[in-house]
């Protein structure tokens, strides 16, 4: 037996876009088998075809050299096939245990037996080292704590093939580490795990094969280690990618952007932000490193006005904002990039030319006595369209919602740049891009790096800071614990620093 | 070519998803009545002979005057809908609009119906949105749910005229008010000669202009761009600079002035004073003339007039073709179900498309 699983001339259309184009995809027995592309090249739709979520136009599944027929999830279940989705399938007030085994519950006098089921939750996680409490809720755990409930769910239910949708998007670095040892240990039990990813980095040391989709076409399969870095992110975007980004030297202007002995509190009312202080200089990006949660969302919101701030000043060209409103921060050329696009960087239901005024439909440009002038604004989003490479179905007139995330990301940012905002707080640009997208939105704050712009840059993604920094801020626990340049450190140094380790020397 | 399209989605949107639902409701109707013994070709047609369909221009009268507040309570529902509120209080704010109206409409003597008459509107107008005022409120500041305190509302607002009506205005019977000064009314001999004696009056005026002033604010205006914006996602309403609690608040007063307008439709040119003791069921079926039009002050015109032709339809029916007027309701049931799941409708709608158009 040479496959486990062949998908054979799988095509798939949705009104008007072509989502699989004639793929063939097979993968063999006990592999890791990496399925690689850009956001919305099919990686997803192939998988789900496999789950049974969509049913393919045209071609044939095989497992074990059977033809098989998976009209629904439940099949594929029964297959032995599991899926862990990009935005996880769980009941947030049910507990661990009750969540693994929703639909295959086994009863005895009548109620639910969860003694039995716990115990044997317990000896899975025991075995693969997928550690999770089974009585806790699903609310109460952290979201990599709720990917190992989502793994255990397929385990239970006793899936061989396993697939794993972008599992690495939503987890830390450290999770990701755990991840990727837990995916290692289940190969050697005999799983044969399918992971769709954008980031090649992870796949070197984790699966055997993998396989390139580009625009809903197999481009190549091959052995991972056989391909080089830039070989394989070439065969993804489909030409050469920009790896060395270019930064020019900026002249050197005293800091105008100043934070200091800002103290923060969080939703539950404890310190998130502690006493802290920084300062920043046009023409330059500071990069604020740090483990999620250790504050930062809190100093976000801080400085662009979403949240109070509980003591300190923050100084922006002379003046304290500390009690600025949301807008005359906007007027005052304070432009923010969000963390969570979805929140509150978009309003997904409006069409994309009504969200590229977002900040701005009140302005003299774009109205006239409280009236909307609708060409100015069609105008004008035909422009950023043009500018920042935005694509999107039907132009100026699609709705957000149906775009993919590095549009979506696009917008928020050619909406923000356009303003041209003196200092830009910009939160996580890049999660959940893939690799052309990225380069671009690395490529466009550089640009505006030397414009002379201040640049304040939140980041989980080690490498993303330390490429585009010029100085780094380590934040842990509220605080600022150290400012490097980013020219004389390396992950190490700061990897340590963010786990509260101190700087040696 | 992409314009067409975009006009075709629209209809199907506005127009045929609305149309087919309708369709649905007399087809599972006239099934009902087969199934009891009746006959759906003649009930449907004393229906809408009785609505004036055929050319009666008394009935048809009767049927805008039916459409006049439905047209208003649609549009405060759907106003609310757009800005993400549901507004359950139309009942509640549609009476006392009416209440004051009536009041102001009672109280003034000797003042010219120039200055009577549009003072009584305004004063429903106003009173309706003070009503919605105390729950937008509620919402902005305490975030109590707005269906609830507006549910709520309702009844207050009905036990407070009960108890008021007698105190201050009673009339010729313990349980209505006295009738409205002739220069408060919306009654005009021009309206009701050309109608052959209905009470049609200047509030299908009102009512209309409604339609176009909520279109115009909602698509047009930087302040219905706000109130949209806060209502489909207030957390980046928040981001943008938007003061969101003032925007839940002025959408659920304006949703209350329309609301109240209806009651200065009402009372003002159809009953002429406050009978006491029950809600206006005109609020509550303006939720299901907002769901039929898909919240579109368009559809509100197209489903509105299709509320009051069952409306002003069903006692022909009944007395025509011996078809009790409840089925009525089942029609309208059905239609709403059906209007309700046009997400459903639209996904076979484009499945129907593909199968026309496949090359």
Request: hydrophobic letters at 45%; proline letters at 3%.
């Amino acid at each position: 037996m040479k496959y486990i699983i062949e998908m054979l001339d799988i095509s798939k259309e949705f009104t008007g876009i072509v989502a699989n184009d004639d793929i063939t995809f097979q993968v063999k027995p006990g592999e890791i088998h990496a399925l690689l592309g850009e956001n919305g090249a099919g990686k997803s739709t192939l998988m789900s075809i496999l789950f049974g979520l969509y049913k393919a136009d045209k071609g044939t599944i095989k497992l074990n050299n059977n033809t098989v027929k998976i009209p629904n999830p439940k099949v594929a279940s029964s297959l032995g096939i599991g899926m862990v989705h990009q935005h996880f399938k769980l009941v947030h007030n049910f507990t661990v245990t009750e969540n693994i085994i929703l639909g295959f519950e086994n009863t005895r006098k009548f109620k639910i037996d969860t003694k039995t089921a716990s115990e044997s939750i317990k000896e899975l996680s025991k075995k693969y080292k997928l550690e999770v409490d089974p009585n806790s809720y699903i609310e109460d755990i952290s979201v990599g704590m709720q990917q190992r409930v989502e793994i255990l769910k397929m385990l239970y239910r006793k899936a061989d093939i396993l697939i794993f949708d972008e599992p690495t998007a939503v987890l830390t670095p450290q999770e990701i580490q755990e991840l990727l040892g837990i995916m290692k240990e289940m190969r050697k039990e005999g799983k044969t795990i399918i992971i769709i990813t954008h980031k090649i980095s992870e796949i070197y040391n984790l699966a055997n094969r993998c396989t390139v989709i580009r625009k809903g076409k197999v481009i190549s399969t091959f052995d991972v280690e056989k391909k080089s870095f830039e070989e394989i992110s070439e065969l993804i975007i489909g030409r050469k990618l920009n790896m060395e980004l270019k930064r020019e030297v900026v002249e050197k202007k005293p800091a105008n952007f100043k934070i200091e002995n800002l103290s923060v509190l969080d939703n539950r009312n404890l310190t998130a932000v502690n006493n802290l202080s920084l300062s920043a200089k046009p023409g330059e990006i500071l990069g604020i490193a740090g483990v999620e949660g250790n504050g930062q969302s809190e100093l976000i919101e801080a400085i662009t006005g979403l949240r109070k701030v509980k003591s300190g000043h923050i100084y922006f060209n002379n003046n304290d904002i500390v009690n600025y409103s949301i807008r005359k921060r906007h007027e005052h050329g304070i432009g923010h990039i969000p963390q969570d696009r979805h929140k509150h960087g978009l309003v997904l239901d409006f069409t994309l030319e009504n969200n590229l005024i977002l900040a701005t439909y009140y302005n003299k440009k774009f109205s006239k006595n409280g009236v909307l002038k609708r060409k100015e604004i069609k105008k004008h989003s035909e422009e950023l369209i043009n500018q920042f490479d935005i694509r999107a179905a039907n132009g100026s007139n699609t709705i957000c919602r149906s775009m993919s995330g590095g549009n979506q990301q696009k917008v928020i940012i050619a909406r923000e740049i356009d303003q041209s905002p003196s200092l830009l707080i910009v939160a996580h640009p890049t999660r959940g891009l893939d690799i052309g997208a990225i380069e671009y939105i690395h490529g466009r704050l550089l640009e505006e790096r030397k414009k002379g712009k201040t640049i304040l840059l939140f980041s989980f993604e080690l490498d993303e800071i330390l490429k585009l920094s010029d100085r780094i801020a380590i934040m842990y626990n509220g605080k600022i614990v150290d400012t490097v340049v980013s020219s004389t450190t390396n992950e190490n140094e700061i990897g340590l620093m963010m786990v509260g380790g101190i700087k040696n020397g | 070519m992409d314009s067409s399209k975009r006009i075709i989605s629209a209809m199907i949107r506005y127009f045929l998803v609305p149309l087919l639902a309708v369709i649905f409701g007399f087809f599972i109707c006239s099934i009902i009545m087969i199934i009891s013994w009746q006959d759906p070709v003649k009930a449907f047609h004393a229906l809408f002979e009785g609505a004036g369909l055929f050319g009666n221009i008394r009935r048809f009268g009767y049927t805008l005057l039916a459409m006049t507040p439905l047209i208003l309570t649609g549009l405060s529902v759907a106003l609310a809908f757009r800005t993400g509120l549901f507004n359950i209080g139309a009942a509640g704010q549609m009476l006392m609009g009416g209440f004051t109206a009536v009041l102001v409409g009672i109280s003034f003597t000797n003042l010219p119906i120039i200055i009577h008459l549009p003072l009584a509107v305004i004063s429903a107008l106003v009173a309706g949105s003070l009503w919605a005022f105390i729950p937008g409120l509620l919402k902005a500041r305490y975030r109590v749910h707005e269906v609830v305190s507006t549910i709520m509302m309702n009844w207050i607002s009905m036990w407070s005229v009960y108890y008021f009506v007698p105190k201050l205005i009673k009339g010729g019977y313990e349980t209505e008010s006295l009738p409205i000064q002739e220069t408060a009314s919306l009654r005009t001999d021009f309206l009701t000669n050309l109608f052959e004696g209905t009470d049609v009056n200047l509030g299908i005026f009102i009512s209309i202009l409604s339609i176009i002033v909520v279109w115009w604010l909602l698509d047009k205006t930087t302040f219905g761009y706000e109130l949209k914006a806060t209502g489909f996602n207030k957390d980046s309403a928040k981001y943008a600079g938007m003061k969101v609690n003032r925007n839940i608040i002025l959408s659920m007063m304006i949703s209350g002035g329309l609301a109240g307008l209806a009651g200065a439709t009402y009372y003002l040119g159809f009953t002429n004073k406050i009978i006491i003791g029950s809600l206006p069921s005109q609020g509550y079926d303006g939720i299901s003339v907002a769901l039929i039009g898909a919240n579109h002050p368009v559809g509100i015109l197209v489903s509105s007039f299709l509320l009051a032709i069952i409306q002003s339809g069903s006692d022909q029916m009944d007395a025509i073709a011996n078809v009790p007027n409840e089925f009525v309701s089942i029609i309208v049931a059905v239609i709403i179900l059906f209007a309700a799941t046009n997400k459903t409708m639209k996904l076979w709608l484009d499945k129907f498309k593909k199968i026309i158009f496949r090359r």
